[in-house]
């Protein structure tokens, strides 16, 4: 097994460019067969999901478009916290049928205040397709429909997700190595 050092961290091999596409590869599938017809909006969310949401619309063969946002957050008043806004989302999604795309959900709270933002918008629907899901760590209640992976609650990088912005081109994944935390 051949280790990975990214900074002060060693990562250790998680799943291979193999098992990622074959997630990918059923992901797509589902989403062809439940989308024909549909002309879906793919909504995919920078920076992580680059690598996803490329190898997933390739996979993608009904009529369907995508388009790219950044998350940023900002501090809003005292009772609004903490508030998530998209850059970049110039496309009317009002009676479209959308799919975010996301590399992670992690404790669920980025895609669970953003979301609401988005229904705002009435929709025709709005789903989710997700790589990767720590169940243990979610604290924020999100609802995925095409999911790749569920995983341990471990630190991952490769595929697009980054530690401290190296890592993203790795086509393999990786995690934290144990007893590394
Ligand atoms: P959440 O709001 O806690 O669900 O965080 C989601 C975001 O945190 C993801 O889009 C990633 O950018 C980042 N993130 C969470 N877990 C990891 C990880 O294990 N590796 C790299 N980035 C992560």
Known sequence: MSFLQVKDKT??????????????????????????????????????????SSDLFKAVNIEAEICF????????????????????L??????????????IVDTGKTLNEFLPQLHHQQPASLELA???????????????????????DKFVLGYGLDYDGLGRNIPEIYKLKEGAE
Do not use: W
């Open 90 to 103: 110039d496309m009317d999604i009002h009676d479209r049928h959308v799919i975010i795309l996301e590399d």
């Open 11 to 52: 990562f250790e091999p998680y799943l291979t460019a193999s098992d990622i596409n074959g997630q990918v590869q059923r992901l797509a599938a589902e989403i062809n067969r439940d989308y024909k017809g549909k002309r879906p909006l793919f909504i995919a969310i920078l920076n992580g999901s680059f690598m996803f």
């Open 69 to 88: 946002i950044k998350l940023a957050s900002y501090k809003g008043t005292k009772s609004t916290g903490q508030v998530i806004t998209a850059i970049g």
């Open 130 to 152: 997700v790589l990767l899901h720590k169940p243990e760590a979610t604290r924020y209640p999100v609802s995925i429909k095409y999911l790749g992976f569920s995983i341990p």
